[in-house]
């Protein structure tokens, strides 16, 4: 197998925000992230834009936010975008509005679908790259990033930009909640060739079912 590199990975989670020295905690061990419903408040786009996105989404907008700040990579750069839930609170919604009341407002349901977190990034920050989604099989983060490197591995991208993001799932979900309950997101650029400070993957050995431990991982 050909090695891949990971760089300029940003993230954002309540409690932590876009603080280094609590990300580095939060990787050791020595911090925690809130489970709660706390968002990047993206200042930097129109209020309109942004005044009723989602936990998921606004997480989303900001770590490729961050990424585009802080790197110099291609904004028409491919994006693959990795969820184990997407828009549960929004779907909790929808399904709600369906059984209670026999229909679903248009409204609602364009904010409700698996890509809307990565296309709501792409529309703010005018990237014509375009995007994949992954919904991984059994929640199995190593699957997702295996599909998610396979063009930079097959050499038909020399980079691609990796983006996850996941939601506090509400307690309403009860004892169906995950027990791995984190609201988080990060981004970061999946290249064929090393740069500074990147990290090297020679296999997937390294790479967690849990994308929470992933990036613990990435990050210590």
């Not at 590199?5 to 989670?13: D, G, K, M």
């Not at 585009?68 to 750069?77: K, Q, R």
């Not at 409700?112 to 990034?121: G, H, L, M, Q």
């Not at 990237?127 to 919904?135: A, D, P, R, W």
């Amino acid at each position: 197998m050909k090695s891949f590199y990971l760089s300029n990975v940003t993230a954002w989670a309540p409690g932590l925000g876009d603080d280094g020295k609590l990300w580095q905690a939060w990787a050791n061990n020595q911090a925690q992230i809130e489970q709660i419903k706390e968002s990047p408040k993206l200042e930097y786009t129109d209020p309109l834009f942004r005044r009723r996105l989602s936990q998921i989404t606004k997480m989303t907008v900001h770590v490729v936010h961050n990424l585009l700040e802080t790197s110099h990579v291609n904004p028409e750069t491919k994006i693959v975008f990795i969820s184990l839930r997407g828009e549960i609170e929004r779907e909790f919604t929808i399904n709600k509005g369906l059984i209670e009341d026999g229909m679903i407002l248009p409204a609602g349901f364009s904010l409700s679908v698996f890509n809307t977190p990565i296309s709501s990034a792409t529309l703010a920050f005018g990237l014509k790259g375009g995007y994949s989604v992954i919904y991984p099989s059994k929640n199995n983060f190593v699957d997702a990033l295996k599909t998610a490197v396979a063009p930079v591995l097959a050499g038909t991208e020399k980079e691609i930009i990796l983006v996850y993001a996941d939601e506090l799932v509400p307690e309403v979900y009860g004892d169906k909640r995950p027990a791995e309950n984190i609201p988080l997101a990060f981004a970061g650029i999946i290249s064929a060739e090393k740069k500074d400070n990147c990290l090297c993957f020679d296999d997937f050995s390294n790479v967690s079912k849990s994308p929470v431990e992933f990036l613990q991982y990435v990050l210590k």
